[in-house]
T-cell receptor, first 115, second 109 residues
Framework: GAVVSQHPSWVICKSGTSVKIECRSL??????MFWYRQFPKQSLMLMATSNEGSKATYEQGVEKDKFLINHASLTLSTLTVTSAHPEDSSFYIC???????????FGPGTRLTVL | GQNIDQPTEMTATEGAIVQINCTYQTSGFNGLFWYQQHAGEAPTFLSY??LDGLEEKGRFSSFLSRSKGYSYLLLKELQMKDSASYLCAVRDSNYQLIWGAGTKLIIKP
């Protein structure tokens, strides 16, 4: 399968600070990037979808000004959680997909804890 | 609306066989995926079915019937490390994945 990395793997921050999560597809070109979050004992929830070079499309209920997504290249996408609050504490997972790709892979995830 | 149903939890014995079912109702169909997720980790890809029939990959097999909106994941020769959640997901007409809530599989010695 594809190699996908996320950085950092975990982060603890104070309420009100911003956190940037990087997702890299190391061995294929990610034309589409999905960002998910997962709360404990719940299924994955799609936050947004972005195509390389375009603005992201956010799911209902996800604040686009709070969760900034940049997908400027085919191998790198970033998610910035701005002014994080404790309720933003979650497991954030990126999922890149190549053009015409049948499989959809996942990064290892980033566990965010906001104090 | 779109809906994916799978059992919440199943228990099986080491060395045995277990079948995890998934039924779906989605707007369009562009493939069905099975993922394994261990606690605290991201999902890992197991299988992809887009045509009816059985796909075998080692100890794991996945079956699809599009007319019935039904799939199952079959795990043979169960090992303790197979204890995990198994997620069924369907790609809809917009090419987005619709996720089931996952089946927690508990393997007992």
């Amino acid at each position: 399968g594809a190699v996908v990395s996320q950085h950092p793997s975990w982060v603890i921050c104070k309420s009100g600070t911003s956190v940037k999560i990087e997702c890299r597809s190391l061995d294929f070109q990610a034309t589409t990037m999905f960002w998910y979050r997962q709360f404990p004992k719940q299924s994955l929830m799609l936050m947004a979808t972005s195509n390389e070079g375009s603005k992201a499309t956010y799911e209902q209920g996800v604040e686009k000004d709070k969760f900034l997504i940049n997908h400027a290249s085919l191998t790198l996408s970033t998610l910035t959680v701005t002014s994080a609050h404790p309720e933003d504490s979650s497991f954030y997972i990126c999922s890149p997909r190549g053009l015409g790709g049948s499989e959809q892979f996942f990064g290892p995830g980033t566990r965010l804890t906001v104090l | 609306g779109q809906n994916i149903d799978q059992p919440t939890e199943m228990t099986a014995t080491e060395g045995a066989i277990v079948q995890i079912n998934c039924t779906y109702q989605t707007s369009g169909f562009n493939g069905l995926f099975w993922y394994q997720q261990h606690a605290g980790e991201a999902p890992t890809f197991l299988s992809y079915n887009v045509l009816d029939g059985l796909e075998e990959k080692g100890r794991f097999s996945s079956f699809l019937s599009r007319s019935k909106g039904y799939s199952y994941l079959l795990l043979k020769e169960l090992q303790m490390k197979d204890s995990a959640s198994y997620l069924c997901a369907v790609r809809d007409s917009n090419y987005q994945l619709i996720w089931g809530a996952g089946t927690k599989l508990i393997i007992k010695p």
